[in-house]
């Protein structure tokens, strides 16, 4: 059974940063970062192929940067400059072609 497991979420201050983390229980070409907000679908946040690609959402093009160890089947995502309006659950997502699995979640909080 596949596994992602989450963690490094929480709450920081406007400005701050966060490094959450996501450990697949095996390897995965495309492995990645979404997030969703109450009332609204879930987003792309960065994606990155095991031969190095990336891609990123324009809201966090500069601030967020996606990196993986594929000798941990680790993802991590770098958050520096948070801003309020990055609140959300970020959801770690792993697959070949498409994303076909999902952890369950983590929050992040960006509040004075």
């Known amino acids: 059974q596949v596994q992602l497991v989450e963690s490094g979420g929480g709450l920081v201050q406007p400005g701050g940063s966060l490094r959450p983390s996501c450990a697949a229980s095996r390897s995965f070409f495309q492995l990645g970062w979404y997030r969703q907000t109450p009332g609204k679908q879930r987003e792309l946040v960065a994606t990155m192929t095991a031969s190095g690609t990336t891609n990123y959402a324009d809201s966090v093009k500069g601030r967020f940067t996606i990196s993986r160890d594929n000798a941990k089947n680790t993802v991590y995502l770098q958050m520096n400059s948070l801003e309020p309006e990055d609140t959300a659950v970020y959801y770690c997502?792993?697959?070949?072609?498409?994303?076909?699995?999902w952890g369950q979640g983590t929050q992040v909080t960006v509040s004075s």
């Open positions: 997502a792993a697959g070949r072609l498409s994303y076909s699995y």
